[in-house]
């Protein structure tokens, strides 16, 4: 897929100064009350394309709102929707943290995208950060249903290994007991009991949604999709490119026919550090991009 930045080119992007005001409601669910935030495309703007953001896990969600406030509006200018909202149990949305669920996750996703069809629009791609990117391929995996693009920006390769390093960084909080340093431990993790909870840095993890990230994995889930992914990651190199293990997973993906663009770009991981990167200047860089492939996917 050819990633021209046509749009960039023409100067509609970089001298822009979104002005995209976004409309806040909470989306049904079976679960409860979705809290969201929908970014209208500019007037004019043609057919209806769309983003669903699907956010990073636990604080990276806070820590990443206004990059993702950011790249909406951006995005929205352009003439690209985007719609945003915090998964049940989390941020506004119904529910406390202990009752999610990945299975109510997805679920959540389906509802967004259900929405976004009965506003009459036809032509929607996945954006997913982080564990996001891996809840956005899994998703797409398990709808049934094609769509213009999937984005992974910094995917989480492995649920088990992510999960491994959140309860690494916590564990001064969590302490040297039996809920501290076994937790690291994957083995440990399969022997937690149904409808037990784990407390880590404020938040109340189900058994059930530790097993669940514990057996996730990128690698096995891109063969069963068949929409064009872009995958975006970023370093603080001057020339950045992408993780030694990323390129293993898209060669791979590749050599079965994984339709996969990649785009590395330069920065700080603001879903840790929130203040580490200019929201507007990720925006400028990366709008072209998402804008581009959504529009060329669809056509």
Known sequence: MHLTANLKAEGRLLDLHPTVSPVSFYLPSQAGNLFAMYYPPTEGAGEGYDLLHVHPFAGEMAASRNVIAAVSR??????????TLDLFGCGDSSGDFRDARWEIWRDNLASAVRWLRLQGRDHISLLGLRLGALLALDFAAHSGESYDSIVLWQPVLSGETMLTQFLRMNLDEMGDGPGGIPLTQPEYRKSLLPGKTIEVAGYELSSELIHAIDKLSLSHLG???SDPILWIEMGNESEPKLRT????????????GVRISTHALTGLPFWFFPHSVAPRRIAQALAPLFTNLVCQSGA
Request: hydrophobic share 55%.
């Open 74 to 83: 951006h995005l929205a200018s352009a003439g690209v929707g985007v719609l």
């Open 223 to 225: 063969h069963a999709i």
């Open 245 to 256: 293990e990323s390129m293993q997973v898209i060669e791979a993906w590749r050599r079965v």
